[in-house]
Every structure is written in structure tokens, then in C-alpha cells.
């Protein structure tokens, strides 16, 4: 499995610490609320308002330089438009994997 990192971040940042933190900040605040709100979409077995969630936790794949993650993200989310949860294992590891990442900035 990959592991998220901030290389996209400190590229984007360049030398500037504050905005490197602002983007940290913003990261750290709202991964675990999208979580919780793919997971409440997921228990009400919402599987467009899931796809949603899933579309906005593709982002923050993105920033932590998941590329590979993106895909399956992309894939999972395309497959909850079809009423499908074939990759819900893979995506929810992949968000593991995150809060472990995200809790140690």
C-alpha cells in the first residue's frame, strides 16, 4: 500500500511555512469530518450521497500524493453511482491508512 506524504503540500507551499501550515490545518480539521459523514451516508445506505462523500475524500488523496489510491477512490465512487460497494474495503483501508498519516502531523 502507498503512504501518504506532503510532497505535493511542500511543493505547493514552497518556502512559505504558513501557508505549508494553514494547509496542514485545513487537512487535519476537515479529513476526519468527511470521514464521519461518508460513514453516516454509508450506514444510511445513501449511495449517492456516499459517492459525494467519496468524491470529496478524493482530494485529500490527492494532496497526500496517493496516486494509485485516487484511482481506486475514483473507481469506488464510480461503482456507488452503479448502487455497487465492490472496493469498499480497499477505500476504507485507504482511509485508514489517512487518519494514521493525518493523527502524526
Avoid: R
Avoid at 454509508?42 to 470529496?56: P, Q, R, T
Avoid at 489510491?69 to 464510480?78: F, L, P, V, W
Amino acid at each position: 500500500m502507498e503512504n501518504p506524504n506532503l510532497d505535493y503540500i511542500n511543493k505547493l507551499s514552497g518556502d512559505n511555512n504558513e501557508f505549508k501550515f494553514k494547509l496542514i490545518t485545513i487537512l487535519k480539521k476537515e479529513f476526519p469530518l468527511e470521514i464521519e459523514q461518508y460513514f453516516k451516508e454509508l450506514e444510511d445506505n445513501n449511495f449517492s450521497k456516499v459517492a459525494l462523500a467519496v468524491h470529496k475524500l478524493k482530494h485529500k488523496i490527492s494532496i497526500l500524493g496517493l496516486e494509485k489510491s485516487y484511482y481506486i477512490a475514483s473507481d469506488y465512487e464510480d461503482n456507488l453511482k452503479n448502487n455497487s460497494l465492490i472496493l469498499q474495503d480497499e477505500f476504507q483501508n485507504i482511509l485508514k491508512n489517512i487518519q494514521e498519516f493525518v493523527i502524526q502531523l
